[in-house]
């Protein structure tokens, strides 16, 4: 099964307008990569900038969060409609800053997700247990839980992306076989919910990627790509990880 890799960078609330000039950088840099996908989630002040600066390239833009419905007095929230409109392709649901700061349950993460699609774009749901439940051998228990709550229930257009929260801007990762045993569960969750299709889902590892960890780390059976948080920021970086796949 060929599920093309896919490195996207999550900026979280970081960038300015100026910003732009590390994206034109990595869509200079991705004309070297192999088959790898890339993507660029800035904050949404930048996605119309950023979805202009990268028309035509490679480097795909992408939302960080999104309200699930498409309009309507729900002041500082964003549509994916208005994400799709600005630009982008895809959009982070469920991310645990959300989960952790907006109270976010998995029922809501469903309802981004679902408001992604309708939209056109693609939804990147995230789950990931904290040190506790992996520490106590639950971590795959409270993912499938997570799982189960948050992706849509049926049409397997989407991207899961694995983030334990304790690896998280922590520089802690797990071991390469402790990802590769969630990678696998996870991947056996998603063909019992969608059957073939679910061999196509790309399940991203998202947790302090960067160069120098990146290729035990995204070399692992049914790690199709990295969520990329610090390293993102930085073009050299960014490149430095996807260029595993080349
Ligand atoms: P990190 O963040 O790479 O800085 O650990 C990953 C993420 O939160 O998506």
């Keep these: 099964m060929a599920r093309r890799p896919l490195v996207a960078g999550n900026w979280k609330m970081n960038g300015r307008k100026s910003s732009v000039g590390e994206l034109v950088k990595i869509i200079a840099g991705v004309r070297k990569l192999g088959e790898v996908d890339l993507m660029v989630c800035p904050p949404a002040t930048l996605i119309m900038s950023f979805a202009a600066a990268a028309r035509g390239s490679r480097v795909a833009i992408g939302g960080q969060d999104c309200f699930p419905l498409p309009a309507g007095a729900f002041t500082g929230d964003i549509s994916a409609e208005m994400l799709k409109d600005a630009g982008a392709e895809a959009v982070i649901v469920g991310h645990s800053e959300r989960r952790q700061y907006h109270g ?36 795959c228990e409270v993912v499938g839980g997570e799982l189960d709550g ?32 969630m990678h696998e569960f996870i991947r056996e969750s998603l063909t019992s919910r969608y059957g073939e299709a679910g061999q196509d889902v790309r399940i991203l590892y998202g947790g302090s990627v960067k160069p120098d960890n990146a290729k035990e780390l995204l070399t692992v059976a049914n790690v199709d790509g990295a969520l990329v948080g610090g390293a993102s ?10 260029s595993v796949y080349s």
């Design 233 to 242: 920021l930085n073009a050299t970086d960014f490149l430095a990880i996807a």
């Design 104 to 139: 976010e349950t998995d029922a809501a993460v469903r309802a981004k997700a679902l408001a992604a699609r309708r939209a056109g774009l693609v939804p990147i749901v995230c789950v990931g247990e904290i040190r506790a439940d992996r520490d106590a051998g639950r971590a």
């Design 150 to 181: 948050s992706l849509p229930e049926t049409g397997a257009q989407v991207i899961v992306a694995y983030e334990p929260i304790w690896a998280i801007g922590t520089g802690m990762t797990p071991t390469a076989g402790d990802v590769g045993a």
